[in-house]
């Protein structure tokens, strides 16, 4: 079993124990009230971009692991798309990290470059997640190994989605702003597990 095929299976499991350690051990931290990119720019915030970075990768190594077990040429490339796409947002969210601005309305004329790039790229990405989440769920249920996961990810593709935009509203509007963390939290644990099953399946069938 190579690094290449494991890796994927752990790094969404190490993601979610990094992010509960790491939030807390920060001072001030509440993992209710802060969102995950928060912790990039607190006092270990190095260790949060590298957990986004590795999350990065292995979104890249699922793309390339089952492009290689469907082996279609029209669907390796629009795998590679989806999950070269979602990684490589992820590493711009390491690279431009977010502002400190967890409990007051979300205002864009207050931002600093750095965090008008992050909120940028999450908003673009979450624009095209549709499309993306349609496109994946086409792939699966056309192939007899992963029809099975087809349902799932309609699910907790489109869950994270309309979550994500519930979230912005109410960002925007100054809502719940104290649960910001807890819901964004929420969102994120059905795509890290749908990771994980899909990631199971591929070793699974390559041993």
Do not use: C
């Not at 798309?81 to 864009?108: K, W």
């Not at 990405?125 to 029809?147: D, H, N, T, V, Y």
């Not at 799932?152 to 979230?167: E, H, K, P, Q």
């Amino acid at each position: 079993m190579t690094f290449r095929l494991l890796f994927p299976f752990i790094s969404p499991i190490l993601f979610a124990i990094v992010v509960m350690v790491l939030g807390s051990a920060t001072p001030g931290y509440d993992q209710i009230n802060y969102s995950i990119s928060r912790l990039a720019i607190e006092k270990y915030g190095w260790i949060q971009s590298l957990n986004f970075i590795q999350l990065a990768v292995a979104l890249f190594l699922t793309g390339r692991n089952l492009s290689a077990l469907l082996k279609h040429t029209t669907t390796d490339r629009t795998l590679k798309t989806i999950f070269r796409f979602s990684g490589a947002m992820l590493i711009v969210a390491a690279i431009f990290p977010t502002d400190p601005m967890e409990n007051v309305p979300l205002d864009v004329t207050i931002l600093t470059p750095t965090g008008l790039v992050h909120i940028a790229m999450v908003v673009l990405f979450l624009l095209l997640s549709p499309l993306g989440i349609m496109s994946l769920a086409g792939i699966l249920k056309r192939e007899p190994l992963f029809q099975r996961y087809t349902s799932y990810t309609l699910i907790a593709g489109f869950s994270a989605f309309l979550g994500s935009m519930v979230w912005f509203a109410f960002y925007f509007q100054g809502m719940y702003l104290e649960y910001r963390g807890i819901f964004q939290k929420i969102i994120v644990l059905p795509v890290l597990i749908w990771l994980i099953l899909v990631n199971y399946a591929i070793l699974i069938r390559k041993k």
